[in-house]
């Protein structure tokens, strides 16, 4: 048996240092890479990999099966890559308004993920009362970070990174077209 596996010496490395060690590894592999944020080099990273997920999804309605089966793959991996890049982002202090609203965006999604999670018969009036002005927070935030940002995230990203269309500070018609969704949602 390996003595290093039952060793309880604390490891050389923080969790923070293992992360941009990851870092410094995406940024060999994304296009414009940031100078000094690691959470936008995750970022791109996020984005370059939703575009392969996306892409794959498409072809994967390929009629010949081999084919569609190694769209399909492409596109489970893809999509793991993806939540392993969701996850990295809350492993890393954001050093830029750039990356503060990335992280803030991704909150928006965890606050709904957790949300969705619980049983509706567990939930009170009180519980929805605060997940709303949670909502109402983060994208006040999110919106003030993004008017100071030279490019909003969606940009950084992918569209629907910020769930735009859950914003209660844009009008419900403007929420309704975001899921695309016209006159008819609305009447």
């Known amino acids: 048996m390996d003595k290093q596996s039952n060793s309880t010496t604390a490891p050389e ?6 992360s941009a060690a990851i870092v410094e590894r995406l940024r060999a592999s994304v296009a414009n ?8 080099t995750i970022a791109r990273a996020l984005g370059a990999a939703e575009k392969r997920r996306d892409y794959a999804e498409g072809k994967a309605r390929h009629p010949n099966y081999n084919i569609k089966e190694t769209y399909k ?7 793991d890559l993806t939540y392993t890049l969701r996850e990295m982002l809350s492993h890393l202090p954001a050093e830029s308004l750039d990356g503060a609203a990335v992280q803030t965006a991704e909150l928006i999604s965890l606050v709904d993920l ?3 999670g619980i049983p509706e018969d567990a939930i009170d009036y009180r519980m929805k009362k605060m997940h709303r002005s949670i909502e109402r927070l983060l994208f006040s935030v999110l919106g003030c970070l993004n008017g100071k940002l030279s490019e909003p995230v969606e940009n950084f990203v992918y569209p629907d990174f910020t769930n735009r269309h859950m914003n209660p500070w844009t009008p419900i ?5 975001l899921r ?3 006159e008819e949602a609305s009447s």
């Open 33 to 40: 890479p940031p100078i000094d944020d690691a959470v936008m």
């Open 114 to 116: 957790l949300w969705d």
């Open 73 to 79: 793959g492409d596109e489970e991996h893809a999509s």
């Open 180 to 182: 695309g969704m016209g």
């Open 173 to 177: 018609g403007d929420r309704f077209a």
């Open 13 to 18: 490395a923080s969790i923070g240092e293992l």
